[in-house]
């Protein structure tokens, strides 16, 4: 052990280990927002209600959230995206960057379902990929039908109102005359 003033260090070389530590200091703090920033997104990803799938250029899903998993099944990871969402769209993104589109899903059981789709293009560590956004429109579709049912129901009352009240008019006169003659002596 030597103390300080014995240890031959020129100015430059301190300067140089004095730049470095800054470098590494300023790369922690960049790393640390880094993954500050990608633990955010992969929240967000992970706690969207619609159905999220990250497809590759092979049109192969690579990553799919909980709610997509939800709708269509396990082992999403690696199926095509013609299986689930259909065939002719990853050629339209490409042309358009963004696509939206209503059709039939199909999920990994065989049964389909109303979508609605909306594929856009991301780049995803320097490389270009496809985001799915899928909406299920059953419920949707179920409210649609009972709307129109009620609808039909309400035209069916009024008809069947104003039948009545067509009815109503001649017999009122016929109960009212009716009563005069039984009061006529």
Known sequence: ???????????????????????????????????????????????SPEALLVLDTHDAVVDANPAAIRLYGEDLVGRSVAELIGEGWSD??????????????????????????????????????ALAIVRDLTDEARIQAELVQAQKMEAIGLLVAGVA?????????????????????
């Open 1 to 47: 052990v030597r103390p300080i003033d014995a240890v031959e260090l020129d100015e430059r070389t301190l300067e140089s280990i004095g730049r470095i530590l800054d470098i590494s200091f300023a790369n922690r703090r960049l790393r640390e927002v880094v993954s500050a920033s990608e633990r955010r997104y992969r929240d967000v990803f992970e706690s």
């Open 92 to 129: 339209e993104v490409e042309a358009a960057s963004t696509l939206a589109a209503t059709g039939t899903g199909r999920r990994l059981d065989g049964s389909t379902f109303p979508q609605d789709v909306e594929l856009r293009t991301v780049d995803i560590g320097g490389e270009p990929h």
């Open 165 to 185: 009240h067509e009815l109503n008019n001649p017999l009122a006169s016929i109960v009212a005359f009716s009563q005069l003659l039984r009061s006529d002596p």
